[in-house]
Every structure is written in C-alpha cells, then in structure tokens.
C-alpha cells in the first residue's frame, strides 16, 4: 500500500512544483490600512500563464481587487512610482498602469504616459529567491 501511495504521490508533486502562489505589498505611509498589493497565482504547473492581480486598499474606505496582464509565467519586475499622495504609477515591461487609493482604482494606459518617469520610484515588486516581494528604492546612505 505504501509503494502504492508513493508512486501516485510523485506525479502530484510534480504537477504542483511549477505553481505559484505569492503575494508582495507596498505599505503606504506605515499604515497596515493603506496598501498596494501585487498577487501571483497559478493553480496548476503548466497550464496557461500565471494570474496576476493588483489588490490595492485603503481600509475603511476601500478595497478592490484587479486582474492584470502577466504573459508569461516568468515574473517580470513591476516598478511602482508616486505620482501625487494616493496616485501611483506601476510598469512592468512595456505595460503601465494608473493606480490610485483614494477609491481604490486601477486603469491600464493605452500608451505609456507622457513623461517617463511619471513621478518618484519607490520601489519594485520582484523575486527574490523564489519568493515575491516589493523591495524599497533606498534612500540615502
């Protein structure tokens, strides 16, 4: 029974090893309350591309959830940039999106903005060993 469990146990876990399930936030003015999210999901290894998803928050007003291009499973950086308070700029690749908390909205840019940078980085959403995370531009020495 247990070679049994073994051998149908190996191509599971083998289907499973290329799904990803990673989240990674930017945490606006040091407030749990108020935040930008970038969410990776991929329910089964292999089929398709990995379902990306910007959640962005501003606790009590708001709270949205969007679904955005990830065309490959491959993670791509996505650099976030503020344009104003609560107005934010995310690049990956040739893609850009406008991002703002005061009612947690997201809209895709038909072309890239006019100006380049739109505003101040602030950091990147990235992988590092495996794992998703939003790495701060650092400041100063």
Not at 48 to 70: A, L
Not at 105 to 118: R, S, Y
Request: net charge neutral.
């Amino acid at each position: 029974m247990k070679k049994l469990l073994c051998l149908l146990a190996t191509p599971c876990a083998l289907l499973l090893a290329g799904c990803e399930n990673n989240a990674a936030s930017y945490v606006i003015d040091n407030t749990k309350d108020h935040s930008i999210a970038l969410v990776r999901e991929q329910n089964l290894a292999w089929v398709g591309p990995v379902e990306q998803r910007f959640v962005i928050s501003r606790f009590p007003e708001c709270q949205r959830r969007y679904t955005v291009d990830s065309a490959t499973t491959e993670m791509v950086k996505v650099d976030l940039y503020e344009v104003r308070p609560m107005l934010y700029a995310a690049q990956q690749g040739s893609t850009w999106y406008a991002l703002g908390t005061e009612e947690c909205q997201l809209q895709k840019f038909k072309e890239p903005p006019p100006v380049i940078p739109p505003g101040r980085l602030i950091g990147s959403f990235e992988k590092k060993d495996g794992q998703l995370v939003f790495t701060p531009l650092a400041v100063g020495p």
